[in-house]
C-alpha cells in the first residue's frame, strides 16, 4: 500500500483547485505515493451556517492528516509575508502526530527580509534586533518562513525545498513540490 501523503496548502483557493490537486496526485503517483488534497473529504455543507460549515472542513482535515504518513506543505507566501495560517496549522499538527513534515516554497527570499517590505519601516532596535512600526522585534533568522514552520520540517525529518517560480505559476508551480517527493522517497 502507497504511503499517503497530505498536500496541505494554500492551494484550496485557487479558481480551480481540482486542477492543481489532480497534478499533484499524479506526480505523487510517479514518486510511490497516494496524494491526499485537503477538498478530498466528501463534505455534504449545504445545510450548514459558514461557521458550522467551517468546523465541519476544519475536522475533516484533521482526520484527512491522522489518515496520512506524511505531509507535504505548500508554504509559499501567502497574503502576506508568510505561510497560510492553516496550512502553518496543520503542518504544526502533523508534527505533533509525529509524520514527517516537507515543505515548499516558490519564492526563495527568506522571512527577514519578506517581512521588512510587508511591514515597509523598519528601525534598529539594537545591532541584532529589527522592529517593526509597533515596537515588535522582527524575526532575523535566515530562515525561508517562521521559525517554528521551519523547525517543524527539520525536526521531523522532513526538508524544505525554496526555488523561484515566475510570478504567473507562483501557486502552482510544482517543480519544488516535486523535489520534496523525491526527498521523501529517498527518506521513506
Given amino acids: 500500500m502507497a504511503p499517503r501523503v497530505y498536500l496541505a496548502g494554500p492551494d484550496v483557493f485557487l479558481p480551480d483547485p481540482m486542477a492543481v490537486a489532480e497534478r499533484k496526485k499524479q506526480l505523487c503517483r510517479a514518486y510511490g505515493f497516494e496524494g491526499v ?19 465541519a472542513i476544519s475536522r475533516a482535515n484533521e482526520e484527512l492528516i ?14 502576506g509575508p508568510s505561510a497560510d495560517v492553516g496550512t502553518a496549522f496543520e503542518m504544526g499538527f502533523a508534527r ?21 517590505e510587508f511591514v515597509r519601516t ?6 541584532q534586533v529589527i522592529e517593526d512600526p509597533d515596537g515588535m522585534a522582527i524575526e532575523n533568522f535566515g530562515l525561508a518562513d517562521n521559525l517554528m ?4 520540517v527539520e525536526h521531523s525529518g522532513g526538508a524544505l ?22 526527498l521523501a522517497k529517498r527518506e521513506l
Fill in 96 to 116: 505533533a502526530l509525529g509524520l514527517p513534515v516537507y515543505a515548499y516554497t516558490n519564492v526563495q527570499s527568506d522571512f527577514t527580509t519578506r517581512t521588512r
Fill in 161 to 182: 525545498v525554496s526555488l523561484d517560480a515566475p510570478d504567473s505559476s507562483r501557486f502552482t508551480g510544482l517543480v519544488a513540490f516535486q523535489q520534496c517527493l523525491r
Fill in 122 to 127: 523598519t528601525r534598529a532596535r539594537t545591532d
Fill in 66 to 79: 491522522r489518515g496520512c504518513q506524511l505531509l507535504i506543505a505548500q508554504v509559499t507566501p501567502f497574503r
Fill in 149 to 152: 514552520l521551519v523547525g517543524a
Fill in 37 to 55: 488534497f485537503p477538498l478530498d473529504a466528501e463534505l455534504d455543507l449545504g445545510a450548514l451556517e459558514p461557521q458550522a460549515a467551517g468546523l
